[in-house]
Every structure is written in structure tokens, then in C-alpha cells.
């Protein structure tokens, strides 16, 4: 096949989620598009093969990928291919903990992206802003940028992009504390990346129906959207969201006092975060941890100091608060960190019903 021929193939790959077949054809379409005569083809392979990576959690290659794109593009003059190599690139770096350096990068390229009138790149800028302003801690600024993501993707007439909006909704108001709202738009969600067959989104909403089930106290109906989720995730090989999906298990049977199957969950979101060098995860994994070791009366305090370390290092506020309201729990002290950040406060006891 030609290079163009693969190129297509591995698209109809990813539009079934099978994200490691697509990234296999898309080797093999940049090793014979590298001099072929048509650089654009080749920069969109580049391109198209480190979006793969950065799916399956590969970040590190994903920005090599995204880096060596950026630089044909803007050796070609291809603007736009430039602007969504380097969108990919802060996506990747986000992912790694490197939010502030995302956080600019997004910003200018979705500037740009107005600049130019490319009306799809302004709305995929826009969602990935809201992202990083959730992991910055800025609960508020992540609401409105994924409804005015929302909004943007819904005037492309963009399923995808609108259902994904809604996922990225229904996060920010759980973490806010709006359960309710995050039930409605991770439902909403789910019936858009149902109509539409996308495997991985519908996984994506029955993880956060789940999560708002299981903040609700609705423990059942949590438990079976979330192995719902991982059964998905499981059959197309995703690394990345799975590891959130185990670790809301844990919490899940952590609130039900089962702490043998907890550990044996956060254990195995652990070692995934740590696989793909997810910081923030690895955060989360260890405040798991920590509470399972107290209610064990075992040593609880290494995965707590390593959370707090983390969490300050990467300057992730929502992670330093939920490790501060952990730690005030078990010292009988008091942490102002919720209202800072304009969340709701979580209950005072052990377990922690981290969202």
C-alpha cells in the first residue's frame, strides 16, 4: 500500500479505538512518505502516528513525534500542521506533569487558531485549554472553556468533539461537587458516543457515570458502569484511561470498607501511571494507598509524604488539596484548601470520598 492508502487504513483504525494497529500503519506510511515529494502527506503521517502514541500513553515518543512534525511543517510553511504538532506536543507535555509549559502553549495556539479562521482547530484548542485549567486547579475557568468548547464543536456540527466536551464537563463539575450535573453530562455524553459507535467515548462517560454514581453514594450502580468502562478499555488495549478507571474502583471499594480489594486495585493503577509516567495518577494512587494503610493500621505515612511531594513539585493545587485534606483528617487539624480553590468541601472522615 501507499503511503496515503495506510494513512487512511490507520484512520478507520482509530475511528474504532484500535489506536496500536493505526499507530503500526502509520510506521510504515512515514518510512515511505519520508521523500516521497509530497511533504504535506508526510508531515500528516508524523502527526497522525504521534496522536496514536499519546493515546496509548506513549508521551515521551508522542512529543519526539509531535517535535519532528512541527519542524517539517514549518520547513514546508504548513502553518496549521505546525499549530496541531505543537497542540499535540503541549498535550503530551501536559499529560506528564508539565502543565504551566501546556498551558501556554494551548493558549497560543488557540489564539492563532482564531487568527486564521480554522474553526475546528480553535474548538480542539479551546477543549484541550479546558483540560489544563482543570489540572491547574482552576475549577471555574475549566467549566467555561469546555461549554464554550461545546458550543463551538456543536456549530461544526462535531458529534466527537461535543460528546468529549460534555465528558470533560461532567470531570470539572464532580470535581466541583456538582454530582448531579456531572451525572447529566457524562449521560449526555454516553448517548452522543452511542449513536456514533465510538467505543472509547462511550467507555470514557460509563467511567464518569460511574465516578458520579459513586460520589452520590450510589455505590451499585457506580460499581457497574465503571466495570462497564473497563471492560471497553480492556478490549481495545487503552492504558491511559484505564488506570483512572481501576483507581475509581479502588475508592469505590474503599467507601465499601473493602480495603483488600483497594489495595489490590490502586496497586494495579499504580503501576500503569507508572508505565506511562502519569504523575497526577501516581498522586492519586498513593492517597488511595495512604487510606487503605490507616484503616489497616499499617505504616500510611511514605504514600502520603510522596503525594504531597508530588503534588507541590508539579505545583497541581487539587492534588496538594486533596492530599492536605487527608492529612488534616488523620492529624485532627483543619485546611482551608477546598474554598481556596472554589470546591466543595469533602467529608471530614477516613475513607475520603475523593472525586
Known sequence: MDAKTLLLTAQRHRDKSDYTGAGRLLKKAIKIAEGGGDQHLYIECLISYADTQRMTGNYKTAT?????????????????AALDAALGRALSERALGNWQDALREITKTAERYAELGDSAGAAFSTWALAGTLRIKGDINGAIAAFTEAGGMFSALNDASGTGYCQCGLGGAYRVKGLYDKSLHSYTTAGNIFSATKDRFGTAYSHCGIGNAHRMMGRYAEGLRHLNAAMRTYERIGDIVSSSYTLWSLGMLKLMLTDVISAERYFKSA??????????????????????????????????????????????????????????????????????????????????????
Open 270 to 355: 499504580a503501576e500503569r501511571f507508572k508505565k506511562t509516567a502519569d504523575v497526577r495518577g501516581s498522586i492519586y494512587a498513593d492517597l488511595g494507598v495512604c487510606q487503605v494503610r490507616y484503616l489497616q493500621g499499617r505504616p500510611y505515612g511514605p504514600p502520603l509524604s510522596r503525594a504531597i511531594k508530588n503534588a507541590d513539585a508539579y505545583v497541581l493545587s487539587l492534588e496538594s488539596c486533596h492530599a492536605a485534606k487527608l492529612g488534616s483528617i488523620i492529624d485532627n487539624t483543619s485546611t482551608e484548601c477546598c474554598n481556596t480553590l472554589g470546591i466543595n468541601e469533602l467529608n471530614g472522615t477516613i475513607p475520603l470520598n475523593i472525586p
Open 64 to 80: 519526539l513525534g509531535y517535535t519532528r512534525a512541527a519542524a517539517e511543517a514549518a520547513a514546508a510553511a504548513a502553518e496549521e
